[in-house]
T-cell receptor, first 116, second 111 residues
């Protein structure tokens, strides 16, 4: 299957700072990428969908000015958590889909964000 | 997307077949059944999907009832590494259709 890589795997940051998480499709071109958030013992919650070269579509209740998503190329999408607060501490996961691989979505390994 | 219902947890002995059920009684004709699993602190992993015929791959088998209102994921010879949360998702199979995760089944393989 296709490989999706996230960086970093974990990050600790101070409250009020911004953190950028990268999601790369290593062996395919991802026309669509999805960003999820997962709190402990809960399921994945979709935050936004991004298509290369266009603005992301955010799910209801997700602040687009706080969670900035950039999908500048077919192999890279970034999620920036701006002015992070302890309640933003979570497991952030991206997934990517490419037409050549059908419609299955492939997931990155996730990024554990801890805001102190 | 149709809603799915899965048992919250299951145990299975190592080496035995693990059968994970999923109810999707409101599934519509163009919706597929997808299965993913998530091992602790990792991203979800695609397992298998199907429309109405039974499917098999190197990881698992998917049995879909004739009325398509339920399905079963079968791991034929469970190992300790199969311990994970298994998600059953139904969705249409085109375009940028998003995956909506429910609560899944926490499968524990017992030595």
């Amino acid at each position: 299957g296709a490989v999706v890589s996230q960086h970093p795997s974990w990050v600790i940051c101070k409250s009020g700072t911004s953190v950028k998480i990268e999601c790369r499709s290593l062996d395919f071109q991802a026309t669509t990428m999805f960003w999820y958030r997962q709190f402990p013992k809960q399921s994945l919650m979709l935050m936004a969908t991004s298509n290369e070269g266009s603005k992301a579509t955010y799910e209801q209740g997700v602040e687009k000015d706080k969670f900035l998503i950039n999908h500048a190329s077919l192999t890279l999408s970034t999620l920036t958590v701006t002015s992070a607060h302890p309640e933003d501490s979570s497991f952030y996961i991206c997934s990517a889909r490419a037409e050549e691989w059908g419609t299955e979505a492939f997931f990155g390994q996730g990024t554990r964000l801890t805001v102190v | 997307d149709a809603k799915t219902t899965q048992p919250p947890s299951m145990d299975c002995a190592e080496g035995r077949a693990a059968n994970l059920p999923c109810n999707h009684s409101t599934i519509s004709g163009n919706e597929y059944v997808y299965w993913y699993r998530q091992i602790h602190s990792q991203g979800p992993q695609y397992i298998i999907h199907g429309l109405k015929n039974n499917e098999t791959n190197e990881m698992a088998s998917l049995i879909i009832t004739e009325d398509r209102k339920s399905s079963t994921l079968i791991l034929p010879h469970a190992t300790l590494r199969d311990t994970a949360v298994y998600y059953c998702i139904v969705r249409v199979n085109f375009g940028n259709e998003k995956l909506t995760f429910g609560t899944g089944t926490r499968l524990t393989i017992i030595p």
